[in-house]
């Protein structure tokens, strides 16, 4: 039987702390990429080179199972979703549609402004080309990042899109029927039985697949993964485009005296099912709240499926919680902590959440949990982690658009500007750059 559980606390009370020693003592785990990049490296080198081949025999080494294909074909993919259960398409269903409301919101439009008569700079959104799209395999199955990864890079206007997810040898070297489901119902028809260190590389460099279909490379990998997949991301970096080095999922609670702790112990213990390097933090004001969510975590931990996953990840470093005098403090605190997930319950909510600065979502108020989140208020999933909160954003439609000055400028405009662009191309020891203005100008005969 699992051992009772007790998050560990952190007792700010009657301090004033730095920003740098909040971020030095609030709890906090994580996972360092630079120790496996050894392990990732040969990985990388290996697929750059040979391609599906290499990408097959480290799926055959690490996932038990070598897939007859890279491509998983299209009657699979109609197979899995005919197969799908009924409930679940109705959840996805639901999910892809709020998905979908939120997400085209955030379009972008040209924009074109006029500097000076007869000069202009419009600035046009350009979607990227092709876009690899990672789904992790492991403790769960995750069809939700399935939408979470489509939904935004089709808004965007993406073209070409594949998904990869790990092959599974209960499903015959196929990803999870259920991603395949996914993938199908948005209307993906390239999915990839390739996970890992290796998936990140074949995506990044392409090859050629077991029937000499081509495996074209894609121009951005988006995703969360494993610390390898984390690790290959950062080493192809550069000849890809990655939207982030995803870490161990998290959540913070700010919390006062009025919140319920059967909602904010289940709200942790639910992050806690992830992983065990999962973190689960509550900032909260009260000590009697402290308490009560310390003995409906240990009770609910013991009866929860994954109890043994739930008990290391709330006992870990990651986790605990951590006692503040006001709610001003609880603010400064999940503010230096930047959350992926923060969820706001305390008096008057959603005006505590306005003075939030640093957060990959937040969730205001007792009637909007994580879990919400997850799968169907139609925010996206994939955020931040790591305190990366603070100066990075969670996937949307503007990670799939790229933007481009487009510079139209008359003779009189530029006319206009000449002196100031040959002063400042000397200022900097930079002559041929106001040469180009110059001779513009300059009569030749």
């Known amino acids: 039987m699992t051992a009772r559980t007790e998050l560990r606390r952190v007792d700010l009370r009657g301090s004033s702390p730095s920003t740098a020693e909040l971020r030095a003592v609030l709890p906090r785990g994580g996972v360092d990429v630079n120790s496996v990049l050894h392990l990732v490296t040969p990985v990388v080198e290996a697929v750059r080179e040979r391609g599906a081949d290499a990408a097959l025999e ?73 876009v690899g799209l990672y789904v992790p395999g492991g403790n769960a199955v995750y069809p939700s990042s399935v939408v979470m990864n489509v939904v935004p890079a089709q808004v965007a206007g993406v073209g070409s899109l594949v ?69 290959a991301k950062r080493l192809c970096r ?103 997930h923060l969820e706001i319950q305390t008096e008057n909510a959603s ?3 306005g003075r939030i600065r640093s957060a990959g979502a937040v969730f205001v108020g007792p009637w909007s949990p994580v879990s919400l989140g997850d799968y169907c208020a139609g925010s996206n999933h994939v955020l931040p982690t790591a305190g990366c909160a603070r100066h990075s954003s969670g996937l949307s439609v503007q990670t799939f658009l790229r933007g481009i000055h487009i510079v139209d400028y008359s003779r009189d405009a530029l006319d206009g500007v000449a002196k100031h662009v040959v002063a400042l191309a000397n200022a900097e020891d930079l002559p041929a750059h106001g040469d180009a203005v110059r001779v513009r100008f300059e009569s030749r005969s």
């Open 351 to 353: 005006e505590v959440a």
């Open 238 to 340: 550069g000849a890809v485009g990655i939207d982030s080095e995803a870490g161990p999922t998290e959540i913070a609670i700010l919390a006062d005296h009025t919140a319920d702790p059967v909602h904010v112990a289940a709200d942790l213990i639910s992050q806690a099912e992830h992983d065990v390097l999962a973190a689960s933090v509550l900032v909260t004001t009260s000590v009697a709240l402290a308490d009560a969510v310390t003995r409906e975590v240990a009770e609910r931990t013991l009866t929860t499926k994954h109890s043994d996953r739930v008990a290391t990840a709330l006992a870990g470093e990651q986790s605990g919680i951590v006692l503040v005098d006001t709610v001003a403090d609880g603010i400064r605190t999940v503010d230096a902590y930047a959350a992926e």
């Open 58 to 130: 480290y799926s055959e080494t690490f996932d038990r199972v070598r897939p007859d294909s890279v491509r998983v074909p299209a009657a699979e993919l109609a197979k899995a979703l005919d197969q799908l259960d009924p409930d679940v398409r109705a959840a996805l269903e639901v999910s892809i549609e709020r998905s979908r409301i939120v997400h085209e919101d955030q379009r972008r439009s040209e924009t074109v402004t006029t500097v000076v008569p007869g000069g202009t700079v419009t600035e046009k959104w350009v979607p990227v080309e092709r």
């Open 163 to 231: 998904v990869a997810s790990p092959p599974q040898a209960d499903f015959g070297g196929l990803p999870h029927p259920t991603i395949l489901a996914a993938a199908a119902l948005l209307g993906v028809d390239e999915v990839w039985a390739v996970g890992g260190a290796q998936g990140v590389a074949l995506l990044t460099y392409g090859g050629v697949d077991t029937d000499g279909a081509a495996l074209e490379p894609v121009d951005m990998i988006t995703g969360p993964g494993n610390i390898y997949v984390t690790a």
